[in-house]
């Protein structure tokens, strides 16, 4: 941890609850953009956490814009620096119903057209400030208050659906493995033009789980093979030493979901279908790797 600065750019005085994995990892996104960054924030839990002005958590300039507009906003953003001769990071930090549902056009848009910038997604897999409403990313299984039965669809692809835009680069992170996450915001930050990262951000209220589990959550979910860290950099995919490890030796999918509550009473067929996604997803993704595809 020692190559991560100790400047902080989001203070201990932020709205968020406790153990909260989404305020975390936007803790170590900032220390790698660096003070010279402003962020685009649409409406989601971040928009809560940061305070009401001018009591705000942050420590750079945050503007907060409508569901649909965070890419959108950032594009007439990033243009007017550029125009300016400025090298501001421009930095739309959004949640998954903000990104994968409601913001996707806008996203689209703003990589069709090839917008200086990087997009993160930070994912709850559900609607996280309004209640824990299912999103788009919400995976099978998972009880959420508009799915109390347990959602019966996938999580939605968003990383195959950014891919297909060709960005220079693009990742995977999550907040329980800092130093990945700190190195994939700056090597994303040192390229010009659309890059995007998505990082899961486990949520105890949300999944219902104990606070003190976020981090254990977040590993939990890469040992188990349901959330894959990996790179694509121009095309090329090299996954992420985490990663590599568990596809030799993954931890049970069950060890990951037995602490959630949200998971509770889960059919068998509900955990087949989960460990199905998982393992195509794996498959996919070492054969582009190997460069098999």
Not at 192 to 210: D, Q
Not at 286 to 293: F, L, N, P, Q, Y
Request: hydrophobic content about 40%.
């Amino acid at each position: 941890m020692t190559e991560i600065p100790k400047d902080e750019y989001i203070f201990k005085c932020t709205s968020a609850c406790a153990g909260c994995s989404d305020s975390l990892a936007l803790r170590y996104v900032l220390k790698a953009a660096g003070p010279e960054t402003v962020l685009v924030i649409p409406a989601c839990c971040t928009s809560v956490i940061q305070g009401a002005y001018p009591n705000t958590a942050m420590n750079v300039p945050v503007y907060n814009v409508a569901f649909a507009a965070a890419a959108a906003c950032a594009s007439g953003m990033s243009a007017a620096f550029r125009a300016a001769g400025k090298k501001t990071h421009v930095i739309v930090y959004a949640g998954d119903g903000g990104t994968v549902d409601i913001g996707i056009q806008a996203l689209s848009g703003a990589f069709e057209r090839g917008t200086d910038f990087l997009y993160i997604c930070y994912d709850n897999e559900a609607y996280g400030n309004t209640g824990m409403q299912r999103s788009g990313a919400t995976p099978a299984g998972a009880k959420t208050t508009t799915t109390p039965a347990g959602k019966e669809e996938n999580k939605k692809d968003l990383d195959a659906i950014v891919a297909a835009h060709n960005p220079p680069y693009m990742a995977t992170a999550c907040a329980a493995y800092p130093k990945d996450l700190f190195s994939k915001v700056q090597k994303a930050l040192s390229l010009r033009g659309p890059k995007f990262i998505h990082v899961l951000a486990p949520c105890p209220p949300g999944w219902r789980y104990s606070s003190e589990m976020s981090v254990e959550m977040g590993k939990l979910a890469v040992r188990s093979g349901m959330w894959i860290l990996y790179e694509r950099e121009f095309g090329k995919v090299t996954i992420s030493g985490p990663s590599k490890a568990a596809m030799i030796k993954p931890v049970p999918l069950e060890e990951y979901l037995a602490p959630q509550g949200r998971f509770k009473g889960i059919s068998k067929e509900a955990i087949a279908q989960l460990k199905s996604q998982a393992e195509r997803n794996a498959g996919r993704l070492k054969k582009e790797a190997d460069g098999i595809c």
